[in-house]
């Protein structure tokens, strides 16, 4: 079992977790990712480790409210356990002293990008960041970005802070305006931000990673699950990735694969809704 020490809900549907988690923690990585299980009957999810601390033997996870495991996962607090913390695993972020290098991180994605960011600042890049949110109430960790970023910019979908529209569309604003010459982009988020910021760098050539790890499952290779194309070849989220080269990733391909479950999801989601709804009552 692993307790969680800490919560924290950054927005109305995405929460913070310190789960006491010491040898995942030792090891662990910007970029890599753990498998969890919130109970014993529970299905595996993976989240993307979004803060570590070896001393502390503490690792963070942010989770939104999706479906009917990460609903079980928000209802947890302090003192509650987890019962499987698996990882880390999957490759970690390649991080070397590249240059200038933008982050872009969108919505929930702005909990991986986090760590990169600092992890290549540490490695002596100079650091843009770009954040986004559908609106000011839905951005996360914008202190922590500003720290870990020589510069920090604010994107919103309606304009209530900072630049008004998408990520993508600064960026492109960005690479047009500035005399910055950027040498890496990193970009986690929703797979069309990720594919749109592709498109932004490709005219330009500059290398752009994402990460594909909203498509995993049991995050071992075994289910085949998260079967991605990338430069004609099929590759495997999980113990490939999570991180690919963006300008390779077949995204029509990844955008029909992410809608295979849906009908499931919504259901399953829907019935534990109903549940707890009857229990409160009950």
């Known amino acids: 079992m692993y307790k969680i020490i800490g919560k924290k809900k950054l927005t109305s549907d995405i929460d ?10 030792r090891k662990a990585a910007a970029g890599q990712f753990v498998v969890i299980r919130v109970c014993e009957e529970g299905e595996r999810i993976p989240l993307t480790i979004a803060d570590f601390d070896p001393d502390r033997g503490l690792i963070s996870l942010v989770s939104m409210i999706a479906g009917k495991t990460t609903s079980k996962l ?21 991080i070397e002293n590249f ?13 991986p990008v986090m760590p990169i960011a600092r992890a290549l600042k540490q490695a002596g890049n100079y650091v843009v960041s ?43 604003k960005f690479l047009k305006e500035e005399s910055l010459s950027v040498d890496r982009v990193v970009a986690i988020g929703p797979a ?17 990673i994402v990460s594909l790890n909203s498509i995993m499952v049991d995050g071992t290779g075994m289910c085949g699950a998260c079967r991605v194309e990338v430069g004609d070849e099929t590759k495997f989220v999980c113990v490939d990735g999570p991180e690919f080269d963006g300008h390779q990733v077949n995204f029509k391909l ?14 399953a989601h829907k019935d534990y809704q109903h549940e707890c709804g009857c229990k409160s009552h009950g």
Do not use: H, W
């Open 16 to 25: 913070r977790f310190e789960v006491e988690a010491p040898l995942v923690a």
């Open 74 to 94: 928000s209802r947890l607090e302090p003192g509650d356990s987890l019962t499987d913390v698996v990882g880390p695993l999957g490759k970690p972020s390649e």
């Open 99 to 111: 240059g200038n290098v933008v982050c872009v991180g969108g919505g929930v994605g702005i909990a």
């Open 130 to 172: 770009i954040i986004g949110a559908r609106n000011s109430q839905g951005l996360i960790l914008e202190k922590k970005m500003e720290e870990v970023s020589n510069r920090l910019f604010i994107c919103t979908d309606d304009g209530s802070k900072g630049f008004g529209g998408f990520v993508s569309e600064f960026l492109d």
């Open 192 to 208: 069309p931000m990720m594919a749109a910021v592709s498109e932004v760098t490709r005219p330009y050539g500059i290398k752009t």
């Open 254 to 267: 990844l955008f029909a694969r992410q809608k295979m479950y849906c009908t499931e999801e919504q259901k």
